[in-house]
């Protein structure tokens, strides 16, 4: 188990990773927001499926990912269709349209990746991206039993007044 210091820095570098999506958010068609896209991209990665599942993949709620269908189904990007195990549900499917905006949205995040790594070597680049992928399947985990106690929150007789 690493340090401390180590899950501190971390914690630092992550926070500034908000710096890279939004100049990646910044390289995507004006009609395609980060949300949209984030909907396409899995649709494209992982193929057809529930809005449940993509709600999950997404790490949002419903009713976010509800916003960001409808905005992506308005386009012509996906279909909707009748889910034959559950009429209830709805499967989601990406058409022609919508796969040529996830190829050019692939383009543009490379271009840029591709720009701004231009120093790093391609053994650095695919580290980095393994280390990212394994990043996520951690927290994609359940998280694990708590050890220690969670500190409790002060009482009004232990507040001290700023």
């Known amino acids: 188990m690493a340090g401390q210091a180590h899950y501190e820095e971390l914690a630092r570098q992550?926070?500034?990773v908000g710096a890279v999506k939004r100049e990646i958010a910044r390289t995507l068609p004006y009609e395609c927001p980060g949300g949209s896209a984030g909907v396409l991209s899995l649709l494209g990665?992982?193929?057809?499926?529930?809005?449940?599942?993509?709600?999950?993949?997404?790490?949002?709620?419903?009713?976010v990912t509800s916003r960001h269908v409808a905005h992506v189904a308005e386009r012509g990007w996906i279909e909707r269709l009748p889910d034959p195990a559950?009429?209830?549900s709805r499967i989601l499917r990406l058409t022609p349209?919508?796969?040529?905006?996830?190829?050019?949205?692939?383009r543009r995040t490379s271009r840029l990746m591709a720009a701004r790594l231009s120093d790093w070597s391609d053994d650095?680049?695919?580290?980095?991206?393994?280390?990212?992928?394994r990043l996520r399947e951690?927290?994609?985990?359940?998280?694990?039993?708590?050890?220690?106690?969670?500190?409790?929150p002060p009482t009004?007789?232990?507040?001290?007044?700023?």
């Open 124 to 133: 650095e680049v695919g580290q980095l991206a393994r280390l990212l992928g």
């Open 138 to 152: 951690s927290f994609d985990a359940p998280a694990p039993a708590r050890t220690t106690a969670s500190p409790t």
């Open 86 to 88: 559950d009429k209830r």
């Open 45 to 63: 990665r992982h193929g057809e499926m529930r809005m449940s599942r993509l709600a999950e993949l997404l790490s949002v709620d419903m009713s």
């Open 97 to 106: 349209e919508g796969r040529a905006v996830v190829t050019e949205l692939y």
């Open 156 to 162: 009004p007789s232990t507040r001290t007044s700023v």
């Open 14 to 16: 992550l926070s500034a």
